[in-house]
């Protein structure tokens, strides 16, 4: 049984506690927040104990650390529980700078233990069979990306001050899932955007509306369009053009019922938004952790994985700003 200890009991926080819980070979024993009581309450529902974030890394009885806080922490707490000899598993991303983020895998690189990376979505079973028949060769090879990813509603405007915008805090996941789906890294970032959903969201220095254009070295490209508003539900899509075929993933629905009638045809919306539509990746997801964990295999997803979606995100910030296409070169954005 690994020991494990949740770090974050905010909203991520709780949806870690229930895969840690439904997973046979993991048990919750500790949980830290700065808010002491929303630790106990998640804490309580497990069994576990509300502790100090540096009491669980240096309990030598626990042998794994889910680090779920604010993304300011993360590079430091995963520092610390690396150094402690833990298992780490850190929500995206890993840093709100890539400089922190390179420091960070500097010192992590010293201990030698590996460190896993939340791309929860990769673990989702629809983009998972994309990956996978894109490997198999089933339509020759991958040369168009196009995904879509709306959220359903904008976060308050407290939430994007800290997020490090919207490159970071919500593309970061689509630059993984092309970097993923490519292989490497992308040498080239365009991207354009724009606060058209909530102007509070502009006067805060941050996009809510946007289209970014990845090119490999290899000419293959991704395009990825975000919005913070699709009044519908949570919009998670896929389309990959092969030399041979094409694969889409569409969005999960709430429920398979058509309705067909004279005045048309209609179906469910998607899921509303990630708790609901990425439930089943989280749970895959940290089984492939603890089955890491328990192998003593490397990790499906790296701290390089976490280190090129930043460098991507920051890339793509940079040209948002200056409306020019910034070159990615020995993984760091260049201009010009
Ligand atoms: N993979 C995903 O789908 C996904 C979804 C949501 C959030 N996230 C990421 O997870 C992280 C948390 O996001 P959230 O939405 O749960 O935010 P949240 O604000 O709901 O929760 C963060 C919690 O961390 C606590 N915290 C802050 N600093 C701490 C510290 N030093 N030690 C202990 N606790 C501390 C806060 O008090 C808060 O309760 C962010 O980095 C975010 O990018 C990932």
Known sequence: MIK???LG????GNVHAKSIAANADSQL???SDVN???????AAGYGAQARSSLDIIHDPSIDAVLIATSTDTHAGLIEA????GKAVLCEKPVDLSLERALACQAAVAKTGKPVMIGFNRRFDPNFAAVKRALEAGEIGKGELLSITSFDPAPPPVSYIQVSGGLFRDMAIHDFDMACWIFGGAPVE???VGTSIVDP???EAGDVDTAVITLRWADGRIAVIKNSRRAVYGYDQRLELLGSTGLLQAGNVLENTVNKVTTAGATSAKPEYFFLERYMRA???EWRAFIDAVKAGTGYPVTLQDGVNALAVAEAATLSCKTGQTVRLKDGRPVVG
């Open 189 to 191: 970032v365009s991207a």
């Open 29 to 31: 024993v500790a949980v």
């Open 9 to 12: 009991a905010g909203r991520i």
């Open 81 to 84: 529980a690396a150094a402690a």
């Open 282 to 284: 989280y749970e895959a």
């Open 200 to 202: 509070a969201i502009g």
């Open 4 to 6: 494990v200890g949740l």
């Open 36 to 42: 002491q009581a929303a630790a106990e309450k998640l």
